[in-house]
């Protein structure tokens, strides 16, 4: 039987930086946040320094690297460390909605999107928009 995808030395110490991530910058003050229903801007910033806000992303556009098994091990950690869906759906909506160049390959770096005033909203019926992006251009 082949050896688990999930149990690597390098996914391991995903886990541990995730882990350690949500104890330390999400666990104390969820409540809060979950009360007010909204995220604090600063946290993208900080998961964006943690390197974790582009976890799935290629690093060629600024993110992280990784792979689907990478985002699972990304996701259960945050989730068995005390997280809720609500942090997992606001701080990482980018996912959905940075926009894509040609082939469907991501246009916009995503620590872009951390490091500037950027706006994700959505409209009732309608996408996801970023405003104060730019002008994106296709990478690859």
């Not at 999400?26 to 009360?35: D, G, H, K, T």
């Not at 995220?39 to 910033?45: G, Q, S």
């Not at 792979?67 to 606001?90: C, K, P, R, W, Y």
């Not at 490091?115 to 992006?133: F, M, S, W």
């Amino acid at each position: 039987m082949p050896d688990s995808p999930y149990d690597t030395p390098e996914r391991s110490a995903l886990r541990s930086l995730v882990t350690d991530f949500t104890q330390r910058e999400i666990v104390p003050s969820l409540a809060a946040w979950e009360q007010e229903g909204h995220l604090p801007r600063d946290l993208h910033l900080r998961a964006a320094g943690a390197g974790i806000l582009g976890i799935g992303f290629r690093e060629d556009v600024g993110g992280s690297g990784g792979n689907l098994v990478d985002v699972v091990i990304f996701t259960e950690a945050l989730l068995e460390a005390g997280a809720s869906g609500g942090v997992i759906a606001g701080l990482f909506s980018h996912g959905i909605a940075l926009p894509h160049g040609r082939r469907g390959e991501v246009a916009v770096p995503a620590p872009m999107v951390a490091e500037r005033d950027v706006q994700i909203d959505a409209e009732p019926g309608a996408g996801p928009a970023l405003h104060g992006v730019g002008q994106p251009r296709a990478w690859g």
